[in-house]
């Protein structure tokens, strides 16, 4: 069945340091893919979205290309802040599946002054 | 325009106990997804209703079901309680059924005792 696999955090960076959290997804179809981001004690936040092939998701300074040659839909950011620590999760909606999101299992990130 | 409310917040009830849980969705938005998120499993689909139909169901036992009424407020309820149950559940709600993107309410944390 379709999966989401994502690199294992925590992940711990200085601020300003460049950003990139792997993800890669097992599907068939045409899958849309997401990053969501949660902050402590919060539901989760849509950073960003690509719906077809070669297409990039931009928002608040993070980018991901849609790659279907490789499977993958990295998560970047040139500088991160202190106000980016949270857990991300990259997601994909499943191809004639309705609204069902197939989530990756989450990636801390603890941004340091 | 408000965002996706869910209620309680926090409860904790026993073993063996039933639970209901309420979500009311983005005015306007008709479909409603429930997720599971645990430490152990991550993030895990439990169904979705639009249009008060249920259109696609997780891997979960029977003990967990729905419904969504005629305003798109949607309810879950599990019965006989067990302590994996403990969790925060979340419910996400969208325009319509398909790729849309999703928008998550806060949660509500179970905890089974």
């Known amino acids: 069945g379709d999966s989401v696999t994502q690199m294992e955090g925590p992940v711990t960076l200085s601020e300003e340091a460049f950003l990139t959290i792997n993800c890669t997804y097992t599907?068939?179809?045409?899958?849309?893919l997401f990053w969501y981001v949660q902050y402590p004690g919060e539901g989760l936040q849509l950073l960003l979205k690509a719906t077809k092939a070669d297409d990039k998701g931009s928002n608040k300074g993070f980018e991901a290309t849609y790659r279907k040659e490789t499977t993958s839909f990295h998560l970047e950011k040139g500088s991160v802040q202190v106000s980016d620590s949270a857990v991300y999760f990259c997601a994909l909606s499943p191809y004639n599946q309705g609204g069902k999101l197939i989530f990756g299992q989450g990636t801390e990130l603890s941004v340091k002054p | 325009k408000a965002g996706v409310t869910q209620t309680p917040r926090y409860l904790i009830k026993t073993r063996g106990q039933q639970v209901t849980l309420s979500c009311s969705p983005i005015s306007g938005h008709r479909s409603v997804s429930w997720y599971q998120q645990t430490p152990g499993q991550g993030l895990q689909f439990l169904f979705e209703y639009f249009s008060e139909t249920q259109r696609n169901k997780g891997n979960f036992p029977g003990r967990f079901s729905g419904r969504q009424f005629s305003n798109s407020r949607s309810e879950m309820n599990v019965s006989t309680l067990e302590l994996g149950d403990s969790a925060l559940y979340l419910c996400?709600?969208?325009?319509?059924?398909?790729?849309?993107?999703?928008?998550f309410g806060p949660g509500t944390r179970l905890t089974v005792l």
């Open positions: 996400a709600s969208s325009l319509k059924s398909g790729k849309d993107t999703q928008y």
């Open positions: 599907a068939t179809g045409y899958p849309s």
